[in-house]
Each structure stands twice: as C-alpha cells, then as structure tokens.
C-alpha cells in the first residue's frame, strides 16, 4: 500500500529528471569568441565568451542543468550553471 507521501516523492523524481533543451525557436552557433545564441522569436541575440568549453550543438539534446562537457573543472561548472540559468530566464533555453 502506497502512501500518498511516496506517490508526490515519485511524481517529484520524475520531475527532477526533466532537462533542460535548447528551445525549437532558437539556434546557436560557434564563433571565434565562444557560441551565439539568437531567438527567430524576435531580435534577440546572447553572445557568450564560452570560447571551445561548449560545443554549438551540447544543448540540441535534452541534458541535465547540471551536465557539461568532459573535462570541466569545477570552478567553471558554477560558471556554466549560472549561464544556463541565465539562458533558461531568457527563453533560449527550456525545461522539458
């Protein structure tokens, strides 16, 4: 017999497993400084001085806001998750 206590734990696991994705109206691409992210929406563009640390395509699939590329030290994953936030209140990026 379940109670309902356990039933809002699974519906919350199951919450906490979504990702985030780049969202299907914006694009990002490589350039020297890092990626550009722009919104087909409206003009709105994000420049990101990422440099090589994030491939153009790393949010084409549905990631985990917490999972980044190999061989990121942890001082630039709490960059990298402040700029997903950052992407995620911009609508460049959304949770799935």
Do not use: W
């Not at 199951?14 to 003009?43: N, T, V």
């Not at 549905?62 to 995620?88: C, H, W």
Request: net charge positive; with cysteine; hydrophobic share 40%.
């Amino acid at each position: 017999m379940k109670s309902s206590q356990s039933t809002e734990s699974a519906g919350f696991t199951r919450m906490a497993a979504a990702g985030i994705k780049l969202h299907p109206s914006c694009r990002a691409r490589q350039e020297r400084f890092g990626l550009l992210f722009y919104d087909c929406r409206g003009p709105r563009l994000l420049f990101a001085a990422t440099g090589t640390l994030i491939p153009a395509d790393f949010f084409g699939t549905i990631r985990r806001r917490d999972e980044f590329p190999a061989g990121v030290s942890e001082s630039q994953k709490m960059a990298l998750n402040k700029f997903v936030t950052q992407l995620l209140e911009k609508g460049f990026l959304h949770e799935q």
